[in-house]
């Protein structure tokens, strides 16, 4: 796990820059959407939503963005067309890759997608032919560098949790997609912050490639990750750290 737990830290300063670029609101709008989406527009009921909400206020998202973004993702905003699909498509060396997307505009979504994969190599793929390399679960990162993992395990096994894990000194927490909302909760109840969670594609089996082959897939990975559409991409790729240390510095 380590990999993706650093696979995550270079998402993160992404992130950051993104936030000096201004596009953090995009981002954040779809994080709401996606929320209100999946568990309703109730704040107090739905904590996916709640987190999002909270993550749009601290970095000032003006109220009318967040109500919007919360009436597309109830289907609540007349006009509004948007639709969540999931696209399959192969990497370098047949990588497997999911990319999530919530699009008012399949074509154009579809073709800018194109477009990376013939930049670095891949393909689009039919539907159904990678989907099965992967299973949903959910992911929660837990806030803080001093927690004791026995208790954190404690409460996210009682909840339902299939496995946590100490990732560089950073707990995560990994559930079944049933049990996803439960264990988020009763982490909360039980005094931790929650400083990432989501519903995420992940790979049952991992694949190995070269490292220059990893770097492009990786590539492929982070560009896709960049189209305002696109709400997650998840691979099969074996993310060594020989291969991510290439990636961030070339």
Excluded: C
Aim: glycine share 10%; hydrophobic share 40%; net charge negative.
């Amino acid at each position: 796990m380590s990999g993706h737990s650093k696979w995550s830290t270079i998402k993160r300063k992404k992130g950051a820059e993104d936030a000096k670029r201004g596009k953090i609101f995009t981002r954040i709008g779809r994080d709401i959407v996606q929320a209100a989406r999946e568990g309703g527009g109730d704040e107090t009921a739905n904590a996916k939503l709640r987190m999002a909400v909270q993550k749009a206020r601290a970095a000032n998202m003006p109220k009318e963005n967040i109500e919007r973004a919360i009436l597309k993702g109830t289907g609540k905003l007349e006009g509004d067309t948007t639709e969540e699909i999931n696209f399959e498509a192969y990497g370098v060396e047949g990588v497997g890759i999911v990319i999530d997307v919530l699009t008012d505009n399949k074509n154009r979504t579809l073709g800018e997608m194109k477009r990376i994969f013939n930049k670095f190599g891949g393909s689009m793929a039919s539907v159904g032919s990678v989907l099965w390399q992967f299973e949903r679960k959910g992911w929660i990162v837990l806030a803080g560098d001093s927690l004791n993992f026995d208790e954190v395990f404690l409460v996210a096994a009682e909840a339902g949790a299939d496995d946590v894990v100490d990732e560089d000194g950073t707990i995560v927490v990994f559930t079944p997609r049933e049990l996803f909302a439960a264990v988020e909760e009763a982490l909360t109840e039980a005094g931790y912050e929650i400083d990432e969670s989501e519903l995420k594609w992940m790979a049952k089996n991992e694949t190995e490639v070269p490292v220059e082959k990893a770097i492009q897939n990786l590539r492929i990975m982070s560009e896709l990750e960049e189209l305002d559409d696109v709400q997650g991409v998840a691979s099969n790729l074996m993310m060594t750290d020989e291969a991510l240390s290439a990636f961030e510095t070339a």
